[in-house]
C-alpha cells in the first residue's frame, strides 16, 4: 500500500539544478533546484523490510544506499532508517522530518544575566562580576555589611590625600579649627560638630567620592538603580579616654516602624580616610545579621556596652585609607572610643531609594502662609537635621527616629 507525502527539501537551494541528497529511491526527489515542492512515495515499514526489489525497478546497491549527504550530485533518495541520525519518524508514517543535530555542551557556564530577563538587576550583576566585587556582594546580603579595599575601588593613588584635604579644609572653613597633621592633632570634638552636612558643594573630591562606580554598584545592589545620593558628612573623631563618648547601637533608617522587612531602603557608604587597623583607632562595629531583625533598636539596647560585656556580637570594621565600608541601613551598629593619637577621619554619605524622597523641596513656601496656618510646617516635614546652619537639631531628629519602634510616632 503506497502513500504519497508532500515533502519541502529540507536544504536551502545553493544555485545548483539537482538536488544534494542521495540514497536509494524510496524517497524519490525532482532534479530541480533545492526548495521546490516534490512529490514521494513511501511503502509501510513491513512491506520495505519483508519484500524484495519491486518487479520491473532496478535494485540499487548497498553502497548507494549507504552514501551521506554531500555536495550536488546525481539524482539519489535514501532510505528513513538510512538517515536516523539526522531525522525522526511519527508513529502513524515514515516521515522525513528534518532536526537539528545535537548541540556541543558549551564550555562557557550559564550567565543568566546575558538572557536580558531582568533589565534593571543585570546591569548590576554584570558590574560586580566585572569588578570582581561578588564576595563583596554576598558579605551584605549575608552579615548587611561589607569593606572593599581601595585596589578594588578603582581609585588612583591621589584619591584619598584629596578626599582627606577636602576634608580638613571644610572643616576649617566651617568651624575655625586649623589642622595641619591629622595624625598627631586632637582638638577638640565639640568644636568641629558643627555644619557638618551638605559637603557637595564645597569640593570637587566630594563629588568624585559620590560617582564612583564601583561604589554605585554596590548601592544599586542594596537600594535598586532609583538610588540617590541624599547625604554627606563627615566623622572627624579625636583620641579620648572618656568611654561615654562611644556611639551605641542604632540603625540609620531610623524611621522605619518594626516589621519593615530586610529590603534595604537607604544605606550607608562611608569612605575611609584615615587606617582602621583595630580597636584602638576607635572604629564601627556592628552585629552581623542585625538587618534582617527589621526593626531599630529599642532604648536598652542602645545603651548596652560597646565593650567585651555586649550583649551581640560585635564585629569591628578594618580597612586602610582609600576603603570603602558600605552596610544595609537597617544594620545595628556603633562606634568605640578612639585610644590611638591622631584623627579618624570618614566620609560618610548616605544613599536612598527614590521613593523615601518628597515630591517637592519646600524650603521656599512664603512664611505668610507658615504663620497663617501653623499646621503647614509639620505636614510639609520640617526636617530634622539642619544641614546648613547649626548642629544637629536632636529634639528634630528624635521626632522621626521615634517611628523606628512605634508606627504611630
Known sequence: ?????????????????????????????????????????????????????????????RRRATASFGGPRDLRAVTVSDVAPLYRRTPDTICVIPTAPPQPIPEKPLDISEY???????????ELV??????????????GMTVVPPEKMGVDEGFVERLRGALLRTCE????VKITDHTTE?????????????????????????????????????????????????????????????????SDAHGIPPGGGHIAHLCNASWLCTDYAG??????VFVPGSHRYGRATLPHEATMGMGDDAPFPLVPVIGKAGSLAIWHGGLWHGSSPRTNSGLRLTLVQVFMRMHMRPHHLWEDVPPEYLEKYP?????????????KESIDNMKGIMQFMQTGTDPYA
Open 1 to 61: 500500500m503506497r502513500k504519497l507525502l508532500r515533502t519541502r527539501c529540507p536544504l536551502p537551494s545553493d544555485g545548483e539544478s539537482r538536488c544534494p541528497h542521495r540514497g536509494p529511491r524510496t524517497v524519490r526527489t525532482a532534479s530541480r533546484a533545492c526548495g521546490r515542492v516534490s512529490r514521494a512515495r513511501t511503502r509501510r515499514r513491513s512491506s520495505s523490510r519483508t519484500a524484495g526489489p519491486t518487479p520491473g525497478r532496478r535494485s540499487v546497491s
Open 116 to 126: 536580558g530577563v531582568s533589565p534593571h538587576a543585570d546591569p548590576i550583576v554584570r
Open 130 to 143: 566585572e569588578h570582581d566585587l561578588l564576595m563583596h556582594a554576598v558579605e551584605l546580603v549575608t552579615y
Open 173 to 176: 572653613k566651617r568651624s575655625g
Open 186 to 250: 586632637e582638638p577638640d570634638q565639640q568644636d568641629m560638630g558643627a555644619r557638618t552636612w551638605y559637603l557637595l558643594h564645597e569640593d570637587e573630591a566630594f563629588a568624585e567620592a559620590a560617582t564612583n562606580p564601583r561604589m554605585l554598584a554596590l548601592v544599586r545592589w542594596l537600594c535598586g538603580q532609583s538610588a540617590c545620593l541624599t547625604a554627606q558628612t563627615w566623622i572627624i573623631k579625636p583620641p579620648t579616654q572618656n568611654p561615654r563618648t562611644s556611639v551605641g547601637l542604632h
Open 279 to 284: 580597636a584602638e583607632d576607635g572604629p564601627t
Open 375 to 387: 499646621e503647614l510646617q509639620r505636614v510639609l516635614g520640617d526636617p530634622g537635621y539642619p544641614f
